[in-house]
């Protein structure tokens, strides 16, 4: 089993900066991959951001130039700094883990998730 905890969102005003964490903990083999998605009420869940265990990363359209998706492997821990940012970037920011307890399958995992607002 593994935990996957959300931190960091909050109010903001449109142009601001927010930087959102996420740390997986338990019984951990390798993580394959860390990503955010974000959801508003009504819509389905998109990806925001991920990156993989050898670094490599990709973006969604709508945030590239404005987010970078980072992590601390050894804190089992994804970042996701946020700038410049719109009010169109309001949504609940959810924590994906993809990880393997112990070299052979992969399971995926969710966090609860951290609001973002940004204000116009």
């Known amino acids: 089993q593994v935990d996957v905890v959300e931190s960091g969102g909050g109010l903001v005003q449109a142009g601001g900066s927010l930087r959102l964490s996420c740390a997986a903990s338990g019984s951990i083999f390798s993580i394959i991959s860390m990503r955010w998605y974000r959801q508003t009420p009504g819509n389905q869940r998109e990806l925001v951001a991920a990156?993989?265990?050898?670094?490599?990363?990709n973006y969604a359209d709508s945030v590239k130039g404005r987010f970078t998706i980072s992590r601390d492997n050894a804190k089992n821990t994804v970042y996701l700094q946020m700038n410049s940012l719109k009010p169109e970037d309001t949504a609940h920011y959810y924590c994906?883990?993809?990880?393997?307890?112990?070299?052979?399958?992969?399971?995926?995992?969710w966090g609860q998730g951290t609001q973002v607002t940004v204000s116009s």
């Open positions: 990156i993989r265990s050898g670094g490599d990363t």
């Open positions: 994906y883990v993809e990880a393997s307890h112990d070299g052979k399958y992969v399971f995926q995992y």
